[in-house]
């Protein structure tokens, strides 16, 4: 029989890292019909959870953040088939996944890829949803197409990296550090380049022999914004996925139309079901053959569930690469890398 009540990290208010406190009889969810229970076994940290943290509570429907997990199913809903009971599963969750269970429609409750661990696991569907949708649903890249990913040592972009290089596509990244720009190039990236290079254009587009970026992701509000567009290649699209707290950007038209150029962003925990679950049947049709294999998450360090609030510091210092994890139901080494 399943308890009724679960060990969960919950957002007390808005604040810093110290508001995440550890409630041990916190309700389990209860599936709806189209959804499954899954025991949480590991869980992945994002910003976004950050992010949901500082704003408190109220912003969110779900005060225990996190949107990824790998576990096993414990109970479906009155429209899932009996025969997943006991599945392993990695499953894009609407928060809820820093606990011992977790809901999850049952569309997006996929197949643990074969060889991964429970944390490797858990550490792919965020940045999986996030890759595939911005490069292929948002920026529509096509075969022949290059793409530049700012941050591409982030738990999205080593990711994303890896999926575009198997899929044929040439990849470029930007990132802060040698330490990141040496992690981008080992995951299959044909340049790296410093995002803080005043040069960065100029390098970007000596790069690509001239062409320019087809497609690029980024992940800073649009920080770097006129050199996106001076490094843009004809009709070149870029996908945004921070909106800064609320930033306002400023666009310089004349490089918009200059070069017949897209601005796109979106908020994946908000887009509707409908979508994800058509993202969901692309990524197992396409790239699940490719994980364990061509795809493989770096996990830079591992907390157990309590000390999620030092998984959120260690998120906020922008020091890490690849993915920060919470082991919940299996034996995880401590803020180390795995």
Known sequence: MLPTTQSAIVIAAAGGPEVLTEQDRWPVPVPGADDVLIEVMAAGVN???????????RHEPNPVPGLEAAGRIVACGANVP???????????????????????PAELAMPMPDGLTWLAGAALPE????AWFNFHALMRLAPGENALIHGGASGVGTIAIQMLSALGHTVYATAGTPEKRRAAADLGCAATFDYNDPDLAEKVKAATDGRGIDTLLDTSAGAHLEADLAMLAMGGRIAHLSAGGGKTLAVPLRSVMARRASITGAF?????????KKLASELREQI????????????EATYPLAAAADAHRQME????????MLAVGCEGPSASPY
């Not at 699940?288 to 996990?299: D, E, N, S």
């Open 288 to 299: 699940w053959p490719l994980l364990g294999r061509r795809i493989m998450p770096r996990i």
């Open 47 to 57: 910003r976004h959870d950050c992010n949901q943290r500082k704003a408190g509570p």
């Open 317 to 324: 210092r922008n020091s890490h690469i690849g993915k920060i």
């Open 268 to 276: 994946l925990r908000s887009t509707p079901l409908a979508i994800k």
């Open 127 to 130: 940045a999986l949803f996030t």
């Open 82 to 104: 009996r025969h997943r009971l006991g599945e392993r599963v990695i499953a894009l969750t609407d928060g809820g996944s820093y606990a011992h269970y977790v809901i999850a």
